[in-house]
Structures are given as structure tokens and as C-alpha cells.
């Protein structure tokens, strides 16, 4: 994390807000996803990508980018649920890591 | 002794928000948050704001319209710096059209942060 430099304190911060909050913003996704509330769904996605870039999670940032230019392009969102599944996983994922490396 | 630069950052993401004052305090600038559009206009009303930096979406008034606040209602010629996601490359361009100085995307690299800081400063003077 470019940003922090060699402040541990910052980073262990920013580490552990990522890790309260991002199991709620995943929900959040979900239940707009699950109610076809694209537009909500988008503000999320635009709000929640940027935290991963910081934090260096770009796997995840480019499953974010495939579902934003679904929902910006109006196509059919077939394939939203799917990408919706992997975004929650692979972020569940990485905060139990999180948790785990950092014991927080 | 110099007078501290006061920088007034709008941004309603909370990681972005923290890793921007981080980088500006620790720089030496003097921080003032919103992290919506209204507390940003709140603190620009009061007159002793030296540079906005401002994301474009935030709650209420969005970035555009806190450059539009900045340029037409207050009259005000502070540098104003809009932070953007890559891909909106439009509405960049009506920021500046809006009186925008200059913009950067995020995730931001410090080091350009702060030159283009120091470049719109220096261009105000």
C-alpha cells in the first residue's frame, strides 16, 4: 500500500476497516443484485472498488469492472448473479485472510 | 512562520478519505474532511479554504456541482483538484469546462498527488 509507506499503524487501520466493513457492503451488493437495483448496485461497486485498489486486491477490482459495464450498458445482467457469487467469495475470502495474517 | 495551507477534501469513501489525509498531513498541509457535498459547502462558506479536492460522486451535492458552488456562487479562484475513477473521462471534462484546475484517478500515487498539489498551487500565484 503505496499510500501508508512504513506507517504500520495507518495500515493496520485501514486493514481493519476494510476487514469490519466490507462483509456488510458485500450483503449490501447482494441484496441490490437480488432485487435488481442496478442503480444502487453501481454506486456501490464505484464506492467499494477504489478501497481494493489501495489495498492491492486487483482480482477482485476486475470482476467489479465486468459488473459495472453490465449494469452501465443496460445489457442483460445474465451473467450478474455469477459475477455477483465471485465477487462475494473471493472478498469473503480475503478478509478471513486478512484476519488471520493481521489477527485482527 | 508560514501560514499552514488548508486543504478541504470531499470524499464519502472511507479508505480513500483516510489514505488522502494521511498523504496530505504528513506533507505538511493543514486537513479539513466532508464527506458529503453539504459539509463541503458548510466549510468552503467559511472562507478560509485554499484547495478542493473533491471526488465527483459524493451524497448530495456531487463533486460538479461543489466546483459550480465554488467558481459561481462564491466567486472563489482556489485551485480545485476532482478525483475520478478511470473510464469517466466525460465527466472530467465537464469539470473542467466547470472551472476544475486539474484531476487524478483513483487508486491515487502520492507522489503525483503532491506535485500536482504544488503545480496548481504555484500556477495560482
Known amino acids: 500500500m503505496q499510500v501508508a509507506g512504513t506507517d504500520e499503524r495507518f495500515v493496520l487501520e485501514m486493514l481493519k476497516y476494510f476487514v469490519q466493513n466490507t462483509p456488510v457492503v458485500l450483503q449490501r451488493m447482494k441484496n441490490y ?72 | 512562520m508560514t501560514e499552514p495551507i488548508n486543504i478541504l477534501i470531499c470524499e464519502d469513501d472511507y479508505l480513500t478519505l483516510k489514505a488522502l489525509e494521511h498523504t496530505l498531513r504528513n506533507a505538511g498541509y493543514s486537513i479539513f474532511l466532508a464527506k458529503d457535498g453539504k459539509e463541503a459547502r458548510e466549510l468552503l462558506s467559511r472562507g478560509n479554504i485554499h484547495v478542493l479536492l473533491t471526488d465527483i460522486h459524493v451524497p448530495y451535492f456531487s463533486g460538479l456541482e461543489l466546483i459550480r458552488y465554488v467558481r459561481e456562487e462564491l466567486d472563489s479562484p482556489i485551485p480545485v483538484l476532482v478525483l475520478s475513477r478511470v473510464g469517466l473521462e466525460d465527466t472530467i471534462m465537464h469539470a473542467f469546462e466547470l472551472g476544475a484546475n486539474d484531476y487524478i484517478t483513483k487508486p491515487f500515487n502520492p507522489g503525483d498527488l503532491l506535485l500536482r498539489l504544488k503545480k496548481m498551487m504555484s500556477q495560482e500565484k
Open chain 1, 33 to 104: 443484485c437480488r432485487e435488481k437495483n442496478w442503480n444502487d448496485l453501481a454506486a456501490e461497486l464505484h464506492k467499494f472498488a477504489p478501497g481494493l485498489s489501495f489495498l492491492g486486491i486487483t482480482s477482485v477490482e476486475e470482476k467489479i469492472r465486468r459488473v459495472e459495464d453490465c449494469v452501465s450498458e443496460g445489457v442483460m445482467h445474465e451473467n450478474l448473479p455469477r459475477l455477483m457469487e465471485e465477487i462475494d467469495q473471493m472478498g469473503t475470502e480475503v478478509v478471513n485472510v486478512l484476519k488471520e495474517d493481521f489477527s485482527l
